[in-house]
Nanobody
């Protein structure tokens, strides 16, 4: 079992920045991801990282604006979000996949554990 707790969400104006954190209850040997869900829309994969492996990927809409990273000493996952846009608004979730197979890593169905989410609201 893994417990995940997100923090760092909030309300910002367009062009601003936020850094999300996800504290895991233990070290994760697998893949971790950030997902988001806007009202009335399906959950969307935002970014993923192979823990300790150096691989990352992003959905096209956040490329060059968001950065996923991890601090293994703290069992914490981060998402640095810059140049935020109103369309980035949504509930952001971190998730853990108990696999290191780097295929479909932005697909929510591959993930085994989820946090409760943190709200991000970007106003124009």
């Amino acid at each position: 079992q893994v417990q995940l707790v997100e923090s760092g969400g909030g309300s910002v104006q367009a062009g601003g920045s936020l850094r999300l954190s996800c504290a895991a209850s233990r070290y994760i040997y697998g893949i971790m991801g950030w997902f988001r869900q806007a009202p009335g829309k399906p959950r969307e994969g935002v970014a993923a990282i192979l823990t300790g492996g150096g691989l990352t990927t992003y959905t096209n809409s956040v490329q060059a604006r968001f950065t996923i990273s991890q601090d293994n000493t703290k069992n914490t996952l981060y998402l640095q979000m810059n140049s935020l846009k109103p369309e980035d608004t949504g509930m952001y979730y971190c998730a853990v996949m108990q696999s290191r197979l780097w295929v479909g890593v932005l697909q929510s169905g591959r993930y085994n554990y989820w946090g409760q989410g943190t709200q991000v609201t970007v106003s124009s």
